[in-house]
């Protein structure tokens, strides 16, 4: 009896083994380490097929995107980092590195660089657009596509919501800074997650508490609040980011449907006012987003 459950457990163990290696959708997590700091990412897919990265947003990591990486593992190698102080990255003290945008994009350029990749399609979410807007106008040569989601590159998106912030970043105190430290709460973290959404109970609180836990960590709400005043420095970049735009227009061809590119009113603030049109729907994109 005992050889029997031996054998069954081998052979269990086997086949567990071929199953991973042959799932498509299999996805690993990893750590390298770029200029000294840990940074991890997931990835999924093939090695020889095209590249799409994933920038995540505030307040989360690439743990948002857990769900949809592996629906797109058919046709892409995917990659989806953390950024330093996010995540599962590492969180260097602030006082010996520089939590900011222009810093970020310059450790997730070093990162695909380490990791072999010179050509890519970028997905970018929230603060993942100033990081990948930065990546794609020094290398534009390098991505073959922006998909863009919440990402902003136009005064105009820069609204009421945003006057605690701009309050901070005019004074730069401490009473201004003190104020908006509730954006690192479990309550903002929450309606992050939750605003507009018409039947909560759809929503995992897995996703908000996970958030929360990174932004617990001791300092972290400092490195937040570092950001939110950094944040400033993205809008002198916008007339930038919107002539690459405008140069490059990183969209792929359709693949079955004819499309143009033509004016329109957005009703979605902060997005381009672009939209794409084929033969199939109508839909309003921020600037120079496509369809994977």
Not at 130 to 143: C, I
Request: charged content about 20%; aromatic content about 12%.
């Amino acid at each position: 009896m005992l050889l029997g459950l031996t054998l069954l457990t081998m052979e269990i163990s086997v086949f567990a083994q071929t199953m991973e290696q042959s799932n498509p959708t299999r996805v690993t997590y990893n750590t390298v380490k770029v200029d000294g700091v840990n940074v991890s990412y997931r990835e999924a897919g093939p090695k020889d097929v095209p590249v799409l990265l994933l920038f995540h947003g505030f307040p989360t990591s690439s743990h948002m995107l857990r769900n949809l990486i592996p629906q797109l593992t058919d046709k892409y190698r995917v990659i989806a980092p953390d950024y330093p102080g996010f995540g599962q990255s590492g969180m260097p003290d602030r006082s010996k590195f520089s939590h900011s945008f222009d810093n970020y994009a310059k450790v997730m350029d070093k990162l695909i660089r380490q990791l072999g990749v010179n050509r890519y399609a970028l997905y970018v979410r929230d603060y993942g657009a100033p990081v990948g807007f930065r990546l794609a106008s020094k290398n534009p040569e390098q991505v073959t596509a922006l998909i863009v989601q919440n990402g902003n590159a136009y005064t105009e998106g820069i609204e009421q919501f945003w006057d605690p912030i701009k309050a901070y970043w005019g004074a730069g105190g401490s009473t201004e800074r003190e104020a908006i430290r509730w954006l690192t709460s479990p309550a903002a973290t929450k309606w992050q997650y939750t605003n507009g959404v018409k039947d909560v109970s759809l929503v995992s609180p897995d996703a908000w508490a996970m958030g929360q836990t990174f932004l617990d960590r001791p300092g972290n709400a400092e490195i937040e609040l570092d950001l939110f005043y950094d944040y400033r420095t993205n809008m002198p970049l916008y007339p930038q980011w919107q002539a690459y735009f405008r140069e490059h227009k990183p969209v792929p061809p359709p693949t079955n449907a004819t499309f143009r590119m033509q004016r329109c009113t957005c009703p979605i603030s902060g997005t381009s006012p672009w939209k794409r049109t084929d033969t199939r729907s109508r839909s309003c994109f921020a600037n120079s987003s496509a369809a994977i």
